[in-house]
């Protein structure tokens, strides 16, 4: 036999005896989980079907590469037809919406020519006639902050060259007042029209360009890059964001050239991608989406496939309950604001990006980023410590996101529901802050956690359909 | 003119074991006359209302009762303090919060990424233990389950699972295991030897140990499989893991496999494997009928071709003096059976008891009256008392985990009394406690110490006046 080592999860005391004896030994620092979850972790731990499951969901997930194929606009490569809006987060009404998701909405009313003014569509959307709102979740989307997507906004394309599945987003219209932080005032919808007149265009010739020519953009590759750049790719993409300028500059200025585009076009969206440090999030999302979306459906499996917020509830999806949403209140952020605003002004956390977080970028990559730890409020031990906590509440690491300063361990990946009942310990996002009237936009970021209750009520859920299933095979 | 002192504290929790020192330290402090630092589990509040504290209504098990009876209301800032002094130094420090700082793993899984190939301990309370054990054959490691009070079908859920990955799960309520030479939950110092003992006992394998290296035979492994292993239900699942596992041993020559008698289906099961093996298997079932433990251990060393000894008597107990009554207050559960089971049927009758303080129903949100000896000090007193009491008879387990220096705070309350007191002693010389020294100090109380456990019964139920004797008792 070998040289034993112990690990002892409970009382001190034995785990004093084992050391007594010369015996390496590992103690746990255990805590008694989240209320009233105790019988359902049992229940779920011992379901003969969730390792192999796990194990399916983050291989699946891991598994994923991403690639850029094509920029276009919503009602071609979403099928989106007018009247019909997608927004962030769990599926909501207008009356429970909040003040940037109806600041976004009337915006994109206007965008559309539903509405002259902004104003007017309150009484259209209030009315529910001729217009309906929908998750981007459903459409095989992510959007950022209230995350409206409208038939004429162009989306990127993002594909899996293995499956040739692909998940979309929007692009990026940059800081302060954007109608993804809920403005909508006329500087809003006029960079909206250009986005959709000038930058659309330029930027599909340049993706379809790279694509045809058995180079598309990897978006995956970036990351990794980026990861060890200083970027958590969530609220820094800075790195990444130069990384796509240098990718894609090249056949930008070649296909508009060909296409007879003024240079003047060409400067301006050049101007406009490079100096918008966020420009590369709105690729990192659905890369994300599209990597957990891939693990989606796994019966028994308890791993988190999407966290996505509205605005006023948070709400995720897990692999083994399918696509129902567990949802609970949105919380507010806590970190720091810009000029005079202060938490009054801020909106319960809103957005779809938190699907970086349960791919294990953004705040779970945290330890990668200690340029951006202040502007969250945090230091850099609080980074490093992050993203170790992280790794306590998921199944496993990535092979391809890395963090040099852990000396190069994965980011942690894969959250896992009953980890996070067990320990409490809630997934960390960094997020940006909404003002909470319609119109104002951002006034701050920060960091912000899931309400508790929407683990404790998904892991009921997985219990219930492991109790089904015993009872089924018996 | 004494105060009293009790305060709630909803939602704080710390182990069984580590109240237990925190209530020690404050019962030392100034000012204090008593103090009790305990979750409110019914039973502890049963010993707070015995100690003439009054907890407050809809206090519950997740709150922390501290109570304090004190020598004026000039003491109580100080000794409060003190207690939540000693809370903070009992509770481990945090991690000193630096870049490189590591966080203590929070769970089973986490610390067996970090030392992978352990063997676990769980001792969790009940409701909690099976989850982290899942973690433990997830990672293809071995658990020993200290923990009590696990629904059984969690007990068959993780031994199935456990069997078809050919892991052993010793438990639950395990309280001793050899591995590898590591004495694993209350387990005696032996040397390593040609015995391999598979138990469904805590002080049932501990006695046998204890008699065979009086005898001078050591142990190659000691298997404890938990109190219903060999219950229809549980089907002898990990005890057939076990005899396995002993039976490809090499150095092991003899197996012994200790338990109260299977389930007739079980036995079957087992007596088929049994025919299987190459090594010999001598059973030490309790049971009606059947040999005691010593003989059982006697039967043993028959086999091995070894001299069985004189097991050592030490003092001579005071002769009765009045009264009609056996009182048999255990700290092992099998000793307790193995008494009752000696003193015969008629003994119940006669209003002879046999009380096992380690039963679930004593241990509800307390450490086992091994580690702590609050419960059975509280009932030796009043049975002491009782001119009912004819003889008095206890057990006194030594070996890592077990209290420090049991004998000193069980002669003290044996010293001052009328009534004949006899205690069998389970340890060895190479125990920490120091042997001689606690035999010596029960001695000088009065006592009668046996190392046989069923020569102290035998001895107790001679010392009966002779119209309370029974049958069985020669």
């Not at chain 1, 040739?164 to 990026?172: D, E, I, K, Q, W």
């Amino acid at each position: 036999m070998t040289n034993p080592s112990l690990v002892s999860t409970g009382t001190d005391l034995l785990a004093d005896a084992a050391a007594d004896q010369a015996v390496p030994v590992t103690r746990v620092d255990w805590h008694p989980p989240m209320g009233g979850t105790a019988a359902d972790l049992a229940t779920v731990a011992t379901d003969p079907l969730r390792r192999a499951a796990n194990e399916r969901a983050l291989a699946a997930m891991l598994d994923v590469t991403a690639t850029l194929v094509d920029v276009a606009p919503a009602s071609e490569v979403l099928g989106l037809a007018p009247g019909e809006f997608l927004h962030a987060g769990p599926p909501i009404t207008w009356e429970r919406a909040s003040g940037p998701l109806r600041g976004a909405l009337m915006g994109g009313a206007a965008l559309e020519g539903l509405v002259t003014d902004p104003e007017d569509a309150a009484a259209l959307f209030a009315s529910g006639s001729s217009v309906s709102l929908e998750p981007c979740h459903h459409r095989g989307a992510v959007g950022p902050m209230a995350g409206v997507v409208t038939p004429g906004m162009w989306m990127f394309v993002i594909e899996d060259p293995a499956t040739g599945r692909r998940a979309h987003c929007s692009l990026n219209e940059g800081l302060g007042k954007v109608l993804r932080y809920g403005a909508y005032g006329p500087e809003v919808i006029r960079r909206l029209r250009w986005m959709g007149d000038v930058l659309g265009p330029l930027l599909r010739g340049a993706v379809r360009a790279r694509r045809d020519a058995g180079e598309p953009v990897d978006v995956t590759g970036v990351l990794t890059q980026m990861l060890q750049m200083g970027d958590e790719a969530h609220n820094r993409n800075r790195a990444g964001t130069l990384m796509l300028l240098r990718d894609l500059g090249p056949d930008l200025v070649a296909t508009a050239a060909a296409a007879g585009v003024p240079s003047t076009d060409v400067a301006e969206a050049l101007r406009f991608v490079g100096g918008n440090d966020h420009f590369f999030l709105n690729l990192a999302m659905p890369a994300c989406k599209l990597a957990l979306d891939a693990a989606r459906d796994v019966d028994g499996s308890t791993m988190v496939v999407a966290m996505a917020r509205n605005g006023t509830d948070f709400g995720i999806q897990v692999s083994g309950t399918g696509d129902e949403w567990f949802t609970g209140p949105a919380q507010l952020a806590d970190g720091l604001f810009l000029g005079d605003y202060g938490p009054a002004d801020a909106n319960p956390d809103i957005g779809d990006s938190a699907i970086t977080e349960t791919a294990g970028i953004g705040g779970f990559a945290m330890a990668t980023a200690p340029a951006i730890v202040r502007f969250v409020g945090g230091t850099v031990p609080d980074a490093l410590a992050t993203t170790r906590r992280m790794r306590e509440i998921t199944l496993g690491e990535s092979r391809r996101w890395t963090v040099p300063i852990l000396e190069f361990a994965g980011v942690p990946s894969g959250i896992d529901v009953t980890r996070v009942c067990r320990t409490g310990i809630l997934p960390q996002i960094n997020t940006g802050m909404a003002g909470r009237v319609a119109g104002v936009g951002q006034v701050g970021a920060g960091l912000v956690t899931p309400p508790a209750e929407i683990f404790a009520k998904a892991l009921t859920r997985l219990a219930e359909r492991t109790v089904l299933r015993r009872g089924a095979a018996a | 003119m004494t105060t009293t002192h009790v305060e709630v504290r909803p939602g704080a929790y710390a182990d069984s074991v580590t109240l237990l020192r925190v209530s020690r330290t404050a019962q030392q402090l100034d000012g204090v006359v008593a103090a009790q630092v305990a979750m409110a589990t019914p039973l502890n509040v049963d010993v707070l209302t015995g100690m003439g504290f009054s907890v407050p209504a809809g206090t519950g098990a997740n709150d922390l009762v501290v109570a304090l009876h004190l020598t004026g209301d000039d003491a109580l800032p100080a000794a409060v303090a003190g207690v939540d002094r000693a809370l903070a130094e009992a509770t481990r420090p945090a991690p000193d919060g630096g870049a490189g700082a590591v966080a203590p793993p929070r769970t089973t899984a986490t610390a067996l990424d970090r030392a992978p190939g352990s063997v676990v301990l769980v001792s969790v309370p009940g409701p909690h233990a099976t989850v982290e054990a899942m973690d433990a054959l997830d990672a293809g490691s071995d658990v020993m389950i200290f923990s009590d009070n696990v629904p059984v079908e969690q007990e068959v859920a993780l031994k199935q699972a456990a069997a078809q990955r050919s892991l052993l799960v010793m438990g639950p309520d395990c309280g001793t295991a050899v591995l590898d030479g590591l004495g694993l939950g209350f387990a005696n110092v032996v040397e390593p030897g040609p015995v391999g003992l598979v138990a469904a006992s805590g002080t049932g394998c501990q006695q046998v140990m204890a008699l065979l290296d009086h005898a001078g035979v050591g142990v190659r492994a000691a298997l404890g499989v938990g109190g219903r292993d060999l219950s229809a239900p549980v089907d002898g699942l990990a005890t057939r893991e076990a005899l396995r596992r002993l039976d490809a041993d090499p150095a092991v020559v003899l197996i012994v496999l200790v338990s109260k008698p299977p389930a007739a289906e079980v036995a079957e099961r087992i007596d088929r494997l049994v025919a299987t093996l190459t090594t010999p298997v001598e059973y030490a079932l309790l049971g009606p009928g059947r040999p005691d433990l010593t003989a059982a251990t006697e039967a043993a060393l028959v086999r091995l071709g070894r001299p069985v000894p004189d097991w050592p008597v030490h003092g001579t107990a005071r002769p009765a003096s009045g009264g009609h009554r056996l009182r048999g207050l255990f700290v092992g559960g099998t000793l307790a059976t193995e008494s009752a089971q000696i003193a015969g049927e008629d003994a119940a009758r006669a209003g002879h008891t046999f009380v096992d303080f380690g039963d679930d129903e004593w241990t509800r949100g307390r450490a086992h009256p091994m580690i702590d000896p609050t419960v059975r000090l509280e009932h030796l007193a009043a049975v002491l008392a009782d001119p009912e009491t004819a003889v008095v008879l206890l057990d006194l387990v030594l070996g890592h985990g077990a209290e420090p220096d049991p004998a000193s705070v069980l002669a003290p309350a044996i010293a001052g009394s009328r009534v004949p007191v006899v205690v069998s002693v389970v340890g060895t010389g190479a125990d920490p406690q120091d042997l001689a020294a606690q035999i010596d100090a029960l001695v000088a109380a009065g006592a009668e110490v046996h190392l046989s456990h069923a020569g102290a019964t035998r001895r107790a139920l001679a010392l009966l006046p002779a119209d309370t004797t029974t049958g069985a008792a020669r």
